[in-house]
């Protein structure tokens, strides 16, 4: 009699623990358990630890409530200023109502995907190409409003958008390209420009101010060459202003013509007389000035002769 008791104890304690075994679940933190009964929904959420269900009947789902990550694959499409580009997303979003999303939704992962892709298709064409590129911002906050507003029926939330690239075709780079380097190159015209105009201004103030001065004219132009020795040059070329010849040519002694005297154009010239010695003196130094020292100073028989003959003759 004792043994058929503890028999039968030894199988109400299996019978126990199989029991317990089929019907003990573990809901991890990160997780909820929804439980189905024949089929349906057990009010109440099963909160993360253990937890017992009745087996055989109840049925547990667990529902992960992590943010998901879902990259939103690259939709072809034509923006609103005519231009095809080629544009991906990424998509953040989590299960806020675990019930919902497995009663009201076959596949809420899914559904969000294609929601996405639909989404994205349709801000491409309200938007502008120079939007997509400088403005994604209000761009992802549109999408944005766009996927949580179906979302939200399905127990799930969307946390953020974000357009991730936009490819455009290569005609279209390279005019962009085009457009940017004429931009650079215009706005280093103007740059350009005003230098000029600043450096003008600032060249008229001097030429102002070495008006008031000549003499800082002379010390410019020794400063220039000054500069330009220091470069250890085998040739300097010294621009000699104009004004500074005339300055010479009014400040030079007037003397008469070489070969002229202040007599009467028909009086005969004596060979020894002053006015004939300083007439051949000073053709004498203008021969010098033109071919050097080579040329005999001292007047030859044969022009004294000449000359006498000349005298005589006239």
Same mark, same amino acid.
Do not use: C
């Given at each position: 009699? @004792?043994?058929?008791?503890?028999? !039968?104890? /030894?199988?109400? /304690?299996?019978?126990?623990?199989?029991?317990?075994?089929? /019907?003990?679940?573990?809901?991890?933190?990160?997780?909820?358990?929804?439980?189905?009964?024949?089929?349906?929904?057990?009010?109440?959420?099963?909160?993360?630890?253990?937890?017992?269900?009745?087996?055989?009947?109840?049925?547990?789902?667990?529902?992960?409530?992590? @943010?998901?990550?879902?990259?939103?694959?690259?939709?072809?499409?034509?923006?609103?200023?005519?231009?095809?580009?080629?544009?991906?997303?990424?998509?953040?979003?989590?299960?806020?109502?675990?019930?919902?999303?497995?009663? %009201?939704?076959?596949?809420?992962?899914?559904?969000?995907?294609?929601?996405?892709?639909?989404?994205?298709?349709?801000? @491409?064409?309200?938007?502008?190409?120079?939007?997509?590129? #400088?403005?994604?911002?209000?761009?992802?906050?549109?999408?944005?409003?766009?996927?949580? #507003?179906?979302?939200?029926?399905?127990?799930?939330?969307?946390?953020?958008?974000?357009?991730?690239?936009?490819?455009?075709?290569?005609?279209?780079?390279?005019?962009? !390209? %085009?457009?940017?380097?004429?931009?650079?190159?215009?706005?280093?015209?103007? @740059?350009?420009?005003? =230098?000029?105009?600043?450096? #003008?201004?600032?060249?008229?103030?001097? =030429?102002?101010?070495?008006?008031?001065?000549?003499?800082?004219?002379?010390?410019?132009?020794?400063?220039?060459?000054?500069?330009?020795?220091?470069?250890?040059?085998?040739?300097?070329?010294?621009?000699?202003?104009?004004?500074?010849? %005339?300055?010479?040519?009014?400040?030079?002694?007037?003397?008469?013509?070489?070969?002229? #005297?202040? /007599?009467?154009?028909?009086?005969?010239?004596?060979?020894?007389?002053?006015?004939?010695?300083?007439?051949?003196?000073? !053709?004498?130094? =203008?021969?010098?000035?033109?071919?050097?020292?080579?040329?005999?100073?001292?007047?030859?028989?044969?022009?004294?002769?000449?000359?006498?003959?000349?005298?005589?003759?006239?």
């Amino acid at each position: 009699m @004792i043994q058929e008791v503890l028999v !039968a104890a /030894a199988g109400a /304690a299996a019978a126990t623990a199989v029991y317990a075994g089929a /019907a003990a679940r573990v809901v991890k933190q990160y997780e909820r358990g929804v439980v189905f009964r024949f089929g349906r929904l057990v009010s109440g959420v099963r909160q993360p630890g253990f937890t017992m269900i009745v087996p055989m009947v109840d049925r547990l789902h667990k529902v992960n409530m992590q @943010i998901v990550t879902m990259p939103v694959p690259a939709q072809e499409g034509i923006t609103r200023d005519n231009v095809t580009v080629r544009v991906d997303a990424v998509v953040y979003f989590k299960v806020v109502d675990p019930a919902d999303a497995l009663v %009201r939704v076959e596949d809420y992962k899914f559904a969000v995907s294609q929601m996405a892709q639909t989404s994205l298709r349709s801000i @491409i064409g309200k938007s502008d190409l120079d939007d997509l590129l #400088s403005n994604r911002e209000k761009l992802n906050q549109g999408l944005e409003l766009m996927l949580d #507003s179906p979302a939200m029926g399905w127990g799930v939330a969307i946390d953020r958008v974000e357009i991730k690239d936009v490819s455009l075709p290569e005609t279209m780079k390279r005019s962009m !390209a %085009r457009q940017a380097e004429a931009d650079r190159e215009r706005r280093a015209r103007l @740059i350009n420009a005003d =230098a000029e105009l600043q450096a #003008s201004k600032k060249l008229a103030e001097a =030429a102002h101010q070495m008006e008031d001065a000549p003499s800082a004219l002379q010390l410019r132009l020794l400063q220039t060459v000054m500069a330009v020795a220091a470069e250890k040059n085998s040739t300097l070329v010294l621009p000699i202003p104009v004004e500074l010849l %005339r300055f010479l040519e009014r400040a030079a002694p007037e003397h008469p013509a070489p070969g002229h #005297s202040t /007599a009467h154009p028909g009086a005969v010239v004596p060979p020894h007389s002053d006015a004939y010695l300083t007439g051949v003196a000073h !053709a004498e130094e =203008a021969i010098e000035d033109l071919t050097g020292a080579s040329v005999d100073p001292a007047p030859r028989d044969s022009d004294a002769e000449g000359a006498d003959g000349f005298s005589e003759g006239s």
